[in-house]
């Protein structure tokens, strides 16, 4: 029989932080329904971080980018 999912939590908020955040991890990929899209998303944060990093482009700040974004919608 399946345990409650209030017993289970309370079992597992007694599991390390280390513990717990290696069960987020596997509980978020059992979620994961299009590795092929999320690899795609993590090749493209790496190129962007890379291309910051060596200067060939600027990072922008949150509140840059929300303006940007208005500027383009309104």
């Not at 999912?5 to 987020?24: G, M, P, Q, W, Y």
């Not at 329904?33 to 200067?55: I, K």
């Amino acid at each position: 029989m399946a345990r409650p999912i209030d017993a289970l939590a309370e079992e597992v908020l007694h599991l390390s932080t280390a513990e717990r955040s290696r069960l987020l991890d596997r509980i978020v990929a059992s979620l994961d329904a299009d590795r092929a899209r999320d690899e795609a998303w993590d090749a493209l944060a790496a190129r962007r971080d890379a291309e910051v990093e060596s200067g060939a482009e600027a990072a922008l700040s949150g509140t840059d980018v929300v303006a940007r974004l208005r500027a383009e919608l309104g």
